[in-house]
């Protein structure tokens, strides 16, 4: 993603080897910008953001727990309690998506 490459010059770490083109930079999934001189023109992106997210859909739910587990030994656990709608999964796991 573009806002992955916005990285301050000073802090590049290279990533590439000397004169490696911009495709080839990009082809290794690493940012290319040779407007600063004397810093990685081919550099390694910042980490992508994730978010944890307890899915809406409750079929969706992906069972964390186990037949009558109690709301707080699930949240323990990490995953998500929702005590409705019947038959589906209560204690489930979180979702992770990108920002």
Known sequence: ???QCK???RE???CGYPGISAAECKKIGCCFNASVPSVPWCYS???KKVKKMCPNDP???INCGHPGIKPRECTRKGC???AHPAGVPWCFYH???EE
């Open 12 to 14: 590049r770490t290279n």
């Open 59 to 61: 079929y969706t739910r």
């Open 80 to 82: 998500c309690f929702r």
């Open 95 to 97: 979702r992770v998506t």
């Open 7 to 9: 990285v301050v010059p």
């Open 45 to 47: 992106p910042k980490p």
């Open 1 to 3: 993603a573009k806002c």
